[in-house]
């Protein structure tokens, strides 16, 4: 009694959860992400703090501020959403760069109000470049992505269409099709050439699916089939 109450309460018990692959990659861009502008930050934060000559806060232009700090924010932003996007890796390196190197720039670009070091204008400058150029790449292949998928969701489209339209023996259309001619044909008729149906029948049909085979018989309807196609204009 006692070995099955414990085995019981041992099959009770909640098991842990196996991560997915998709939840393991999506942490893995966020601890990269998260160590990146960390990284970022606190170098250039460093860098100001032991190279830079300090200013008077009188000053500081603090408009300007606040607005490379509206942008270095946005860029903050940006990261998140990207983590939370199911994106390639083609398409979220890019565009992860791009904003890691724009929120560098522009976190310059604030610090330079406060303090000032030698070439910083320049590699703030730089780090937008550079921000915004991978950001073009990145969303060059999102968009190159997007069409491939709807490219393929056309492609599949299509196919299972003409599938719907077309008989899996012969090729040739099928009923639904007909039908659907048909519908469009006959008000047309009122002033247009009258309208023809043509109907064909097989002699003797039976007997060579029963003597032959329904292997036979399916070879001599597809056999019709071509010879009815390459008679017919459309």
Do not use: C
């Not at 959403?81 to 994106?87: G, K, Q």
């Amino acid at each position: 009694v006692g070995t099955s109450t414990h085995q019981s309460r041992a099959s009770t018990r909640p098991r842990r959860r196996s991560s997915t692959p998709a939840a393991s990659l999506q942490a893995e861009r966020r601890r990269w992400m998260f160590l990146s502008a960390t990284v970022v930050t606190i170098t250039s934060v460093a860098v100001f703090a032991i190279l830079g000559t300090w200013g008077a806060l009188e000053d500081v232009d603090w408009p300007d501020v606040f607005g490379e700090l509206s942008v270095a924010l946005l860029s903050v932003v940006w990261l998140i959403v990207l983590h939370r996007l199911d994106t390639p890796v083609r398409v979220f390196r890019p565009l992860v760069l791009g904003m890691l190197a724009l929120f560098m720039g522009e976190l310059w670009d604030v610090l330079d109000e406060f303090a000032v070091v030698e070439m910083g204008s320049v590699i703030e400058n730089i780090g937008k470049i550079a921000g915004m150029a991978f950001a073009s790449v990145g969303v060059f292949q999102w968009w190159s992505e997007q069409k491939q998928r709807q490219d393929a969701l056309k492609a599949t489209s299509d196919r299972f269409e003409q599938l719907s339209l077309t008989d899996p023996l012969t090729g040739v259309f099928n009923r639904a099709y007909f039908d659907q001619k048909l519908a469009v044909a006959m008000p047309e008729t009122k002033e247009a050439p009258p309208l023809s149906l043509i109907l064909m029948d097989l002699d003797d049909f039976k007997v060579h699916n029963d003597t032959f085979g329904h292997v036979e018989g399916d070879k001599v309807i597809q056999a019709l089939a071509e010879v009815v196609r390459a008679r017919i204009r459309d």
